[in-house]
């Protein structure tokens, strides 16, 4: 088999809860609302114009509004509001263009760029930036009394400039000119206050120092000191926790500025952070903080309960000349103002949220630093074949050895740091279910709901980890032979227990990812294996119908491997046959090349040596069929190849067909041919 490269994770944009969608049969009224909206923000009247932009920021969560706003260039109406002479007009126009960038996706905020966003904005960010330390408030009656307008326009100002950075070269490199790190620093330091800011800018900031060199040499010792005490910060909720796991993926992606000697301390002191996140039961702190939300509620319907009784007795004390429409007006306040019921905060629904973000970050994380060189964002370089065809056919053919995949090797500072902090203890633990009592508490709570999507999420990233553990980690570390046969039996476990979940890609792919390359970690290393061919076959005939192509590679390479296995040892030739009409079926019949290619390659294996594989070969007419084969795989790469597979595809694909050809002569060699 050829090499199983570790998936190299890139922080998605931020999204609003979630746009609304548009109901059937609803009409298409939004063009009158637009118009008259942007018309509006040119009124003299702030506040005229602070409703106008705070109805465009609700109306923007609708992707579907969206055309009709750009239609009548709402980037450049809401642009220049930014630095509205009214505090409140700049921050409900910068929520109104941060939403604009999280619902619209990709091609909106190139366009934001293209119309010159990021002028107003870097000159908001550096207007808010010298004004922070004023600690300005309303000026204006707010139902949150203290409210600071510097800090909230901020907020909305750096998420903004996150998804623009997020999305468009463009932008990072104006942000790299314009010294806005210097700015959005400033901002951090607000931590041990408003720690929804600092998190805000702990975003940003990890997207902007995402493969950045030309941002590294602003990260001289006084900004190195910023993220270094907010890494060193002692609060323990799981905002907090969220904070410094982003601080610390933001550490890492400015390795490079860290001087030599201070690199292992550096490593070290990430995965601590790391290893303290993941360390957090997820499941319990959903039960955990929705009995609190349940007490906190049931106070205060008992407080409101008591206040009602008092106004009751206040007002019967009343004469009938008083005016007796207070009562009534107060009751109708209450009965239509929920938020002394239900917060706006939410804040143990946030806290609960906070600490999922925080380990699904901190595992996409661990899965970058095991990636020992930058690959494409094409997700077929994760796909395997042979780079090196004489190598391929030297040791495979003449040695019999197969070609398994020789495991990568971490740096010193990582490999000590991962032992240090139990870092592959705490992935594994994170591969389990979730919390069966915490799913319910979800699943009969409409706004914990979106929790279940999150603590999934967490378990594809823990075996995504896995996967990229086992690629970079020796037997040893991961606790040898008997610690690797007990991870088989806990993934099949995982795999066999929910047949539903057959049908979920995301954990499809992540759990076959992990397998295959447990499985080859095995072989490499001649560790016998805990799941049977049969076991293995009954998932690789399910997942092989999945519509995720890398799926579709991962099984019919776990055969591969497992097929390998078998050809070295005695009495397999019947299941060998099975595995190998498997895979000439999916070969021949594959839509993608790249499975196609995967498969053959899985082919050359488990047949490349041994007395049972020479005898299953001829039973299925390997050779003849290959050779058939072999003209129409030449025909695809010529008419498919270059319209619709990458450079590295064709380079995989390339290397496939020159080892089909040698594999063919070597299978003649040997006089297979049929009678």
Same mark, same amino acid.
Request: aromatic content about 4%.
């Given at each position: 088999?050829?090499?199983?490269?570790?998936?190299?994770?890139?922080?998605?944009?931020?999204?609003?809860?979630?746009?609304?969608?548009?109901?059937?049969?609803?009409?298409?009224?939004?063009?009158?609302?637009?118009?008259?909206?942007?018309?509006?923000?040119?009124?003299?009247?702030?506040?005229?114009?602070?409703?106008?932009?705070?109805?465009?920021?609700?109306?923007?969560?609708?992707?579907?509004?969206?055309?009709?706003?750009l239609q009548r260039d709402v980037v450049r109406c809401l642009g220049p509001l930014l630095m509205d002479h009214s505090l409140a007009?700049?921050?409900?126009?910068?929520?109104?263009?941060?939403?604009?960038?999280?619902?619209?996706?990709?091609?909106?905020?190139?366009?934001?760029?293209?119309?010159?966003?990021?002028?107003?904005?870097?000159?908001?960010?550096?207007?808010?930036?010298?004004?922070?330390?004023?600690?300005?408030?309303?000026?204006?009656?707010?139902?949150?009394?203290?409210?600071?307008?510097?800090?909230?326009?901020?907020?909305?100002?750096?998420?903004?400039?996150?998804?623009?950075?997020?999305?468009?070269?463009?932008?990072?490199? %104006?942000?790299?000119?314009? &010294?806005?790190?210097?700015?959005?620093?400033?901002?951090?330091?607000?931590?041990?206050?408003?720690?929804?800011?600092?998190?805000?800018?702990?975003?940003?900031l990890q997207a902007v120092t995402e493969d950045n060199p030309d941002l590294l040499s602003s990260f001289n010792a006084s900004a190195?000191?910023?993220?270094?005490?907010?890494?060193?910060?002692?609060?323990?909720?799981?905002?907090?926790?969220?904070?410094?796991?982003?601080?610390?993926?933001?550490?890492?992606?400015?390795?490079?500025?860290?001087?030599?000697?201070?690199?292992?301390?550096?490593?070290?002191? %990430?995965?601590?952070?790391?290893?303290?996140?993941?360390?957090?039961?997820?499941?319990?702190?959903?039960?955990?903080?929705?009995?609190?939300?349940?007490?906190?509620?049931?106070?205060?319907?008992?407080?409101?309960?008591?206040?009602?009784?008092?106004?009751?007795?206040?007002?019967?004390?009343?004469?009938?000349?008083?005016?007796?429409?207070?009562?009534?007006?107060?009751?109708?306040?209450?009965?239509? $103002?929920?938020?002394?019921?239900?917060?706006?905060?939410?804040?143990?629904?946030?806290?609960?949220?906070?600490?999922?973000?925080?380990?699904?970050?901190?595992?996409?994380?661990?899965?970058?630093?095991?990636?020992?060189?930058?690959?494409?964002?094409?997700?077929?370089?994760?796909?395997?074949?042979?780079?090196?065809?004489?190598?391929?056919?030297?040791?495979?053919?003449?040695?019999?050895?197969?070609?398994?995949?020789?495991?990568?090797?971490?740096?010193?500072?990582?490999?000590?740091?991962?032992?240090?902090?139990?870092?592959?203890?705490?992935?594994?633990?994170?591969?389990?279910?979730?919390?069966?009592?915490?799913?319910?508490?979800?699943?009969?709570?409409?706004?914990?709901?979106?929790?279940?999507?999150?603590?999934?999420?967490?378990?594809?990233?823990?075996?995504?980890?896995?996967?990229?553990?086992?690629?970079?980690?020796?037997?040893?570390?991961?606790?040898?032979?008997?610690?690797?046969?007990?991870?088989?039996?806990?993934?099949?476990?995982?795999?066999?227990?929910?047949?539903?979940?057959?049908?979920?890609?995301?954990?499809?792919?992540?759990?076959?990812?992990?397998?295959?390359?447990?499985?080859?970690?095995?072989?490499?290393?001649?560790?016998?294996?805990?799941?049977?061919?049969?076991?293995?076959?009954?998932?690789?005939?399910?997942?092989?119908?999945?519509?995720?192509?890398?799926?579709?590679?991962?099984?019919?390479?776990?055969?591969?491997?497992? &097929?390998?296995?078998?050809?070295?040892?005695?009495?397999?030739?019947?299941?060998?046959?099975?595995?190998?009409?498997?895979?000439?079926?999916?070969?021949?019949?594959?839509?993608?090349?790249?499975?196609?290619?995967?498969?053959? $390659?899985?082919?050359? $294996?488990?047949?490349?040596?041994?007395?049972?594989?020479?005898?299953?070969?001829?039973?299925?007419?390997?050779?003849?069929?290959?050779?058939?084969?072999?003209?129409?795989?030449?025909?695809?790469?010529?008419?498919?190849?270059?319209?619709?597979?990458?450079?590295?595809?064709?380079?995989?694909?390339?290397?496939?067909?020159?080892?089909?050809?040698?594999?063919?002569?070597?299978?003649?060699?040997?006089?297979?041919?049929?009678?």
């Open positions: 088999m050829g090499k199983s490269r570790a998936r190299r994770f890139r922080r998605a944009p931020f999204s609003p809860a979630g746009p609304e969608q548009r109901r059937d049969g609803e009409g298409d009224p939004e063009d009158e609302p637009a118009a008259e909206l942007l018309e509006k923000l040119q009124h003299p009247s702030a506040e005229v114009r602070e409703f106008a932009c705070a109805s465009i920021s609700k109306l923007l969560q609708q992707q579907h509004v969206i055309p009709a706003f007009v700049r921050e409900t126009a910068a929520g109104a263009l941060r939403n604009l960038s999280a619902c619209g996706g990709f091609e909106v905020c190139d366009d934001m760029v293209t119309k010159d966003i990021m002028t107003p904005l870097v000159a908001l960010l550096k207007e808010c930036s010298t004004g922070l330390d004023a600690n300005q408030l309303s000026p204006k009656k707010c139902r949150v009394m203290n409210k600071n307008y510097i800090e909230d326009i901020a907020n909305e100002a750096i998420n903004l400039l996150w998804n623009v950075c997020e999305c468009n070269n463009t932008a990072v490199s %104006i942000f790299n000119k314009e &010294g806005c790190l210097e700015a959005v620093l400033h901002c951090m330091k607000k931590f041990s206050t408003n720690v929804d800011l600092a998190i805000s800018v702990a975003n940003c190195q000191q910023v993220l270094e005490t907010v890494l060193l910060c002692s609060e323990s909720t799981m905002k907090h926790v969220l904070l410094r796991t982003l601080i610390a993926g933001t550490i890492w992606n400015i390795k490079d500025s860290i001087p030599p000697g201070s690199l292992g301390s550096m490593v070290n002191a %990430i995965l601590k952070i790391f290893s303290e996140a993941l360390a957090i039961d997820a499941g319990e702190t959903i039960i955990h903080m929705h009995e609190a939300e349940k007490n906190r509620l049931k106070l205060a319907v008992e407080a409101e309960t008591e206040e009602n009784m008092s106004d009751v007795i206040d007002n019967s004390v009343l004469s009938e000349d008083d005016n007796m429409e207070e009562l009534p007006k107060g009751k109708v306040r209450r009965e239509n $103002d929920v938020s002394d019921l239900l917060p706006f905060d939410k804040w143990e629904l946030k806290e609960v949220t906070a600490l999922l973000m925080a380990q699904q970050t901190a595992l996409e994380i661990i899965v970058n630093m095991c990636c020992t060189e930058d690959p494409s964002d094409d997700e077929w370089e994760e796909l395997s074949s042979s780079d090196e065809s004489d190598l391929f056919m030297e040791n495979s053919y003449n040695e019999g050895s197969g070609l398994l995949m020789s495991p990568l090797c971490l740096s010193d500072e990582v490999n000590s740091a991962f032992l240090n902090n139990l870092i592959p203890k705490k992935i594994l633990e994170k591969t389990a279910f979730p919390n069966s009592v915490a799913l319910d508490i979800c699943m009969r709570n409409p706004s914990w709901k979106p929790l279940i999507k999150k603590l999934n999420a967490v378990q594809c990233r823990a075996l995504t980890c896995l996967h990229s553990i086992l690629l970079v980690s020796d037997v040893d570390c991961l606790g040898g032979a008997s610690a690797l046969q007990s991870l088989a039996q806990h993934l099949s476990q995982l795999v066999f227990s929910k047949t539903e979940l057959l049908a979920d890609t995301e954990f499809l792919e992540a759990i076959t990812s992990a397998l295959r390359a447990l499985l080859q970690t095995m072989a490499s290393k001649n560790i016998s294996q805990c799941m049977s061919p049969e076991q293995l076959l009954a998932l690789c005939e399910a997942a092989i119908h999945s519509s995720n192509a890398s799926v579709r590679v991962n099984v019919v390479s776990i055969l591969g491997i497992s &097929g390998s296995v078998l050809a070295k040892g005695q009495d397999t030739a019947e299941t060998l046959k099975m595995i190998g009409k498997f895979l000439l079926e999916v070969a021949m019949k594959e839509s993608s090349l790249v499975v196609a290619g995967e498969a053959l $390659d899985a082919l050359f $294996d488990v047949f490349a040596d041994g007395k049972e594989a020479e005898k299953a070969a001829v039973q299925i007419k390997l050779l003849p069929a290959l050779k058939e084969f072999q003209p129409v795989f030449k025909m695809r790469m010529r008419k498919e190849g270059k319209g619709q597979y990458s450079t590295d595809q064709l380079c995989v694909l390339d290397n496939v067909k020159m080892n089909l050809r040698r594999f063919i002569a070597y299978q003649e060699t040997l006089g297979k041919t049929p009678t």
